[in-house]
């Protein structure tokens, strides 16, 4: 289960004070243009994460914040651009599992917040824990990735009903019980750590977010919560049915269209374009 997105395009004005501020312009054009300005503030977003995973605050993402942003108008010009804008900052961005866009005066304030009760700075540590029991020495790309899918499945039970905390790596990193959002944005952590290119991608028409990691040259698929499934007795299943394949080679995986969300072919023009210094 995805949490769904909030929107209020309107034009009321609101008095909003900006924890972090990034104004672009540009002709609101498609994510798979890879000169949209809207990449290159993807790109922005992701390298600050990359850059201070030890530091979280800079993301202003403890328990109950609400992080601010301001963009141009011509990137998030109706309800459509704005579904497939927040899809692309959920992507590279792991640490909010709530997000709304207002307009004010012209430009739109994107709100996200991370409604879990932990702050992502105790994530981190759990993730930086576990990979260190995990990651050895001399390990190759893809075992690394193994462990990391392993160790998430491991530790964690599939629950609907656990609250805003399923939502959330805190899910899986304190309480042991998330969702797909869950799943997937530890994942993005953990991938992050051992420094393999990773997004998260969300799919409106299967209401359920996954991974996309660069390995050997290309983006393959990888789904820990699908791996982990929900069994009738309920018997803990640790599977490798959606653990490094190829995008569309999975009869239960769909991508949206560009009418609904972001495309495969958007997310792999975000993932090239935002990890263009090292793939």
């Given at each position: 289960t995805m949490r769904k997105y909030s929107y209020n395009i309107t034009k009321k004005m609101s008095s909003l004070v900006?924890?972090?501020m990034f104004i672009l312009?540009?002709?609101?054009?498609s994510f798979a243009d890879v000169r949209d300005s809207k990449l290159e503030y993807l790109r922005q977003?992701?390298?600050e994460f990359r850059r201070n995973i030890d530091s979280v605050d800079t993301l202003d993402s403890n328990s109950g914040s609400r992080w601010q942003m301001q963009v141009d108008a011509d990137l998030v010009k109706d309800r459509k651009e704005a579904t497939r804008f927040l899809q692309g900052v959920y992507s590279v961005v792991p640490f909010f599992n709530s997000m709304s866009i207002k307009s004010s005066g012209g430009n739109y304030s994107i709100n996200l917040q991370n409604m879990s009760s932990y702050d992502h700075s105790v994530v981190v540590d759990v993730a930086k824990q576990w990979t260190a029991e995990i990651i050895k020495d001399g390990m190759t790309d893809t075992q690394k990735l193994r462990a990391i899918h392993d160790k998430i499945i491991n530790e964690t039970v599939y629950d609907a009903s656990s609250g805003n905390n399923a939502h959330s790596p805190a899910g899986v990193a304190v309480d042991n019980r998330a969702v797909c959002d869950g799943y997937s944005r530890m994942f993005t952590i953990m991938a992050t750590l051992v420094e393999i290119p990773v997004v998260q991608v969300t799919s409106n028409v299967m209401n359920h977010a996954f991974n996309l990691v660069y390995i050997d040259g290309e983006w393959l698929l990888v789904d820990a919560t699908y791996d982990d499934?929900?069994?009738s007795n309920g018997k803990q299943v640790l599977k490798h049915?959606?653990?490094?394949i190829g995008p569309t080679d999975s009869k239960k995986h769909k991508f949206d269209s560009a009418q609904n969300g972001l495309t495969l072919e958007d997310y792999i023009k975000i993932g090239n374009y935002?990890?263009?210094d090292v793939i």
């Open positions: 900006m924890a972090s312009s540009s002709t609101a054009v977003l992701n390298t499934p929900v069994t049915d959606y653990f490094l935002i990890y263009q």
